[in-house]
């Protein structure tokens, strides 16, 4: 299977001071494939995407190389990578309702885009955003089509984002941590959509996470990230069984010991699991 992104030895610095924020990120992504980016805060990864998708800014400098389909994304005018961005590389953000207008209604914002570029008349493009809101399993797509970002729940949200992304067809599509900020079982949903989507259409993916857990939902290879440098990468299921760094050992034993003490509360009678509870709340306090 032939790679879709390369990436080979992008650093990243503040222009002002020159601090390192990125060293020496590689790695590849095939077509069709899903790699998932895992790190605590501040460890990078979101920096990457960034700086993949020329949304850095001047206060930074990059170097390196960042082949997508034959195009070095990291030598790109800003002009060429606002043309990109969307129709080549689409993005779906951690918090949905910043991308959306709050004063124009969902189906406007659909249509809207859709126009500009699939260059669609309005009736066209309006058939497409139904159609893409049913997709994602958007109930009464029509009525939605009329509503206000305000007006529908953080998980509808990022499901129309979803829908506008792959309504573009982008050869790459990069999910920056889209579940975060949602509750666990909107959290379960949305994955399963993007688990759905990938077997549906084939999208080409990365999918960033502080999570291993989800992670392993959803990807077929990890890249571990650390204090903005690149400490481990492989297949998922190869990665959580025999972690090499300490750090993703560290990452990984994290998510057990959360899984086993979840599973503990859970088996526990009610006064008990209160109980333990005001023990966890305590040792966070204290």
């Given at each position: 299977?032939?790679?879709l992104?390369?990436?080979e ?24 494939a ?6 605590e805060?501040?460890?990078g990864?979101s ?22 389909n ?14 990109l ?32 570029h ?41 499901r ?17 941590e ?25 999208t080409?993916l990365?999918?960033?996470?502080h999570?291993?857990?989800?992670v392993?939902?959803i ?24 972690p ?16 086993r ?17 005001q ?8």
């Amino acid at each position: 299977m032939s790679d879709l992104l390369r990436v080979e030895n992008l650093q990243v610095g503040l222009a002002s001071g020159g601090k390192r924020l990125l060293h020496d990120i590689s790695f590849s992504l095939p077509r069709h494939a899903c790699l998932g980016i895992v790190g605590e805060s501040g460890s990078g990864k979101s920096l990457t995407c960034r700086a993949l998708m020329g949304l850095l800014g001047g206060q930074f400098t990059q170097s390196g190389q960042a082949w997508l389909n034959g195009t070095d994304l990291l030598r790109q005018t800003p002009d060429a990578m606002r043309r990109l961005r969307g129709k080549t590389i689409g993005i779906i953000l951690q918090h949905p309702m910043s991308a959306f207008d709050p004063l124009q209604t969902l189906g406007g914002q659909m249509v809207e885009t859709f126009r500009v570029h699939l260059a669609l008349d309005k009736r066209a493009a309006r058939e497409l955003a139904l159609e893409m809101m049913r997709l994602v399993r958007l109930r009464d797509a029509a009525r939605l089509f009329d509503k206000y970002p305000s007006q529908i729940s953080g998980g509808m949200l990022q499901r129309v984002m979803i829908a506008i992304a792959l309504a573009l067809e982008p050869q790459l599509l990069i999910a920056d941590e889209p579940t975060t900020a949602l509750d666990s079982v909107t959290q379960y949903d949305i994955m399963q959509e993007f688990r759905a989507i990938r077997e549906r259409l084939g999208t080409t993916l990365i999918f960033i996470s502080h999570d291993f857990g989800v992670v392993n939902h959803i990807a077929d290879r990890v890249l571990v990230m650390h204090q903005g440098r690149a400490v481990e990468q492989g297949g998922v299921q190869q990665v959580l069984r025999q972690p090499q760094h300490r750090h993703t050992r560290y990452l990984v034993a994290s998510r057990q010991a959360l899984q086993r003490r979840y599973q503990t509360l859970v088996n526990m009678s009610q006064n008990d699991r209160e109980v333990q509870c005001q023990e966890i709340i305590s040792e966070r306090v204290g």
